[in-house]
């Protein structure tokens, strides 16, 4: 009981991060809530005036609402895309990112239940959906089933991250025998939200357009790249504006395999187009009205054909590893598959299955901009969220918040900082100084090929560089460039490097840093490969945690 | 007191009722505070038809008719006849007699309180050009408006709700707010169904309609004899169909439609009854039902009594 009342106690603590942060992120927080408050006026609007606000109609009786809902279910089941290389295959640059890919679908899934309930003409009745409170049809009906998966999928997701992201505050791994489990029930739980949204509209004969059996394939293959996509860029704003490490090889990985993914979503479309097209029967309407319109109405001929030239040029872009593995085109082509997708599997799927209607009637529908600014304020709840969430759990995650420490014997492993940077020697000073820089850090542990510590580089190792000072090698640095020579770190690096080991008490590391007069412990395994840091403001941190526990 | 308390329903939500159930979602701690409160919670904590026993289905019924007072000024009585054992309802509509005159459709919307603004209809006539294919209803006309009817080189062919054996919006509903009756008409709990329309997207009939809007009736169109499954007053944000004029057809009379069909093309009857008007339709005629490769077994038979 003792402890379940720390870890509520700690989690409040760990809260309290979220309110805490600089301009920029302030002024992201008014900038997204801004969004949030306009689309909930307009939602007020709506629930007063009826959903007659909103340019459905019974011949389109869906429209911008469902499309983001089944945009969005392919997002949140991508988290699978990080979670199977990262934990089956045991690809460790995205394993440690997977994280935040399970965060992203927790933010989608709930991004899937407002589209839902704005959707709906009598929200305040939605729990009639429910088991035993209301009366769900189960298993008859697919929306039960819907409901069913994708909060299912929620709870898994929410399960894993606080439970990983709880092991990492009191300095541990997630125990396997804890983890294992929930990871092998989401991966084949990922595919069935997607697989159960695409059994919604395919189950339906009424509906020619989206009853095919490719469906659930292609809904698959086209969040596998959408959903990619997002975390692609999301991963590279994290990096930026964080201490989180994120290798550009899983990033280069996750492109590679939405290559892969939008190239079977390409096919699939193909199939799907020729067959519509070629059989030429009566129920080809839906089809030959999203791409060439009917009888002068063609309300989505530009969107599709956009949609469809954007995914095959981001599918040429990543295909290519000299493309995906520049910065540039890989976020030109990141955008354009999330644009591509969106409209692909948002209106281009949804709106063609009710035109023409059942009694053969063509109603164009464009939303309205109550409808918009309704479906923009969702999303800006969603970026809130996420952007929460992250908020939550970074300092978490790069063990800057640690609790559990106050009445016990604190060991380095604890306070370590256990995403490490490192260079090899052969790493020129000017490359270092940009990771200073950026990284925000202030030195970096000089490894061999072996991954074994030989040194360190610190500020100061730069600066006597810069000044013209004799460096810790010895020599002169002018002495060095008129040979036409680089210098690298095993230049300035001072080496050997003082180490101490996961195991050395707090009151060691503290006097280790007071004889040495240095700033930073590079702390190693048995073998001498990094895995930590521990430095001064660590400590400090340590210092600060421990007294906030009590 | 506003526009809001006249449909205690809770289908009127205003910003105050609105953060009113925002707040016992949250806190579960908002307790009614007068009478008209009570009687929301009351609509909010509804069971499900099925699932009430005769005196809850009563007292419900009570409160509507309450409510429908308040709102109409006048007495409205909502009936709960339950199907009559042995009976199976049937249509049969005879295509070579329909002229479009669309007079069922008003008919229809006399006799069941649809909402007149914005409009609601639960029978749409669908106008063909005579030899062309017109099975797969993309070259029918809804919103043709001649002088007069019939035109000539043109045949007509009314849609309403098939009342299918195997209905796809039945099995579609996330909430089980629409059931097939033992009679076989397939009807709508308003007071249950979330607005959700997926019942829509499943329909091959294009036969349900959703209350988009507020309904605006005015008192002296409202037709008062009702019944809860039927024809009673519905709420904004719900959808609703064709009953086969529930309210009519289980005291022993025929739907509006049929009687104001003014060429005799709408026949009614009870399946299970081999004397019926329905039977010797199915028997005698070369019927067939709409989109039959659906496999949805409508109950409503089409047939061509003579050639025109």
Redesign the interface.
């Known amino acids: 009981m003792a402890a379940i009342i720390r870890i509520i106690k700690n989690f409040f603590i760990a809260l309290r991060e979220i309110t805490i942060g600089n301009k920029k992120y302030y002024c992201w927080l008014a900038f997204l809530s801004f969004f949030v408050l306009l689309g909930l006026s307009a939602y007020?609007d709506q629930?007063?005036?009826?959903?007659?606000a909103?340019a459905?109609?019974?011949?389109v009786?869906?429209g911008l609402y469902i499309s983001n809902f089944t945009f969005l279910v392919g997002v949140a089941a991508a988290a699978v895309y990080l979670v199977i290389p990262a934990y089956v295959y045991n690809f460790k640059p995205i394993k440690e990112i997977a994280l935040f890919g399970e965060m992203l679908a927790i933010t989608a899934i709930t991004m899937c239940i407002l589209f839902?309930i704005v959707?709906?003409?009598?929200?305040?009745?939605?729990w009639?959906?429910l088991p035993v409170i209301?009366?769900?049809?189960f298993p008859?009906?697919?929306?039960?089933w819907d409901?069913v998966v994708l909060n299912g999928y929620l709870i898994l997701n929410t399960l894993i991250v606080f439970y990983t992201l709880y092991r990492f505050s009191i300095g541990k791994e997630y125990k396997w025998s804890v983890i294992w489990p929930l990871i092998i029930i989401s991966i084949p739980w990922a595919v069935s939200i997607h697989t159960v949204t695409a059994f919604?509209y395919n189950g339906?004969?009424?509906?020619p357009f989206w009853n095919a059996s490719i469906l659930a394939p292609r809904f698959l293959a086209s969040a596998f790249c959408s959903g990619p996509a997002i975390m692609l860029i999301i991963f590279q704003v994290i990096r930026k504006l964080s201490d989180v490490e994120i290798e550009n090889r899983a990033i280069f990985k996750i492109a590679e395999l939405v290559a892969y993914a939008m190239g079977i979503n390409l096919f699939l479309l193909g199939a799907e187009v020729f067959k519509e097209f070629y059989s030429g029967s009566?129920h080809t309407?839906p089809i030959r009205y999203l791409y060439f319109g009917l009888h002068g109405k063609a309300s989505l001929v530009p969107w599709i054909w956009a949609a469809t030239i954007m995914n095959i040029t981001a599918f040429l872009l990543f295909l290519s590893p000299k493309t995906r593995e520049n910065f540039v085109t890989l976020n030109i082509g990141c955008a354009l598959i999330i644009m591509g997708v969106y409209i692909e599997k948002g209106m281009g799927l949804v709106v063609p299955?009710?035109v023409?209607?059942?009694?053969?009637?063509i109603y164009e529908y464009t939303p309205t901009m109550q409808e918009i600014v309704i479906t923009m304020g969702i999303w800006a709840a969603g970026a809130m969220l996420y952007t929460v969430l992250l908020k939550f759990a970074v300092p978490v995650y790069t063990g800057k918040l640690r609790f559990g420490l106050r009445g016990k014997r604190v060991v380095a492993s604890d306070i370590m900082t256990r995403k490490v940077i490192t260079v090899t020697p052969d790493v020129p000073v000017d490359d270092i100084e940009k990771i200073l820089i950026y990284k925000n850090i202030s030195g970096i542990p000089v490894v061999d090929k072996d991954n074994k510590v030989v040194g360190v580089v610190s500020e100061s190792d730069v600066i006597f560089r810069e000044m013209g000072e004799i460096s810790h090698a010895g020599q002169k640095a002018e002495d060095l460039i008129p040979h036409g020579l680089t210098l690298t770190a095993a230049d300035v690096m001072t080496s050997p490097a003082i180490t101490a080991n996961e195991h050395t008490p707090l009151e060691d590391l503290n006097r280790i840093i007071a004889d040495n007069k240095i700033k930073r412990l590079v702390i190693v395994d048995g073998e001498k490969h990094p895995v930590g840091i521990v430095s001064r403001i660590d400590i400090v941190r340590t210092l600060k945690n421990i007294k906030e526990e009590q | 007191m506003k526009g809001v308390r006249r449909n205690i329903a809770g289908i009127n939500i205003d910003r105050r009722t609105f953060l009113k159930g925002a707040a016992l979602g949250l806190a579960g701690t908002a307790l009614p505070l007068d009478k008209a409160d009570a009687s929301f919670w009351e609509a909010f904590f509804q069971k499900h038809f099925r699932e009430m026993n005769d005196a809850e289905i009563k007292k419900v019924i009570e409160r509507l008719e309450k409510e429908y007072e308040q709102k109409y000024k006048k007495a409205i009585k909502v009936g709960n006849e339950k199907a009559i054992p042995g009976v199976l309802f049937g249509y049969g509509l005879d295509l070579s007699r329909c002229i479009g005159c669309r007079r069922c459709v008003y008919a229809c919307v006399k006799e069941n309180n649809q909402s007149l603004d914005p409009q609601v209809h639960w029978i749409t006539v669908l106008r063909f050009k005579k030899g062309e294919k017109w099975i797969d209803l993309e070259n029918s006309e809804k919103y043709y408006n001649p002088q007069q009817v019939p035109e000539p080189g043109y045949f007509y062919m009314p849609v309403q709700c098939q009342q299918c054996e195997n209905p796809p919006c039945v099995r579609a509903c996330p909430t089980q707010a629409t059931w097939k009756e033992p009679d076989g008409i397939v009807v709508i709990d308003y007071n249950w169904c979330i607005g959700c329309r997926y019942c829509m997207a499943a329909c091959p009939y294009g036969a349900r309609r959703f209350n988009w809007a507020e309904p605006k009736r005015p008192s002296e169109e409202i037709n008062p004899n009702t019944h809860y499954l039927g024809n009673r007053p519905r709420y904004r944000g719900v959808v609703e169909k064709c009953t086969f004029c529930i309210q009519r057809t289980r005291n022993g009379r025929y739907p509006a439609c049929v009687e104001a069909c003014p060429v005799g093309a709408r026949k009614f009857g009870n399946l299970l009854d081999p004397d019926s008007e329905i039977r010797y339709a199915i028997e005698h005629k070369r019927v067939f039902r709409l989109k039959e490769d659906l496999n949805t077994n409508p109950k409503f038979y089409y047939f061509f009594a003579y050639g025109v």
């Open positions: 007020v629930l007063n005036r009826g959903l007659i909103t459905m109609r019974d011949q009786s869906w839902i959707d709906l003409g009598q929200p305040t009745r939605v009639h959906i209301g009366a769900m049809n008859s009906s697919l929306l039960a409901v919604l339906l004969p009424s509906r009566i309407y299955g009710f023409p209607d059942t009694l053969g009637e």
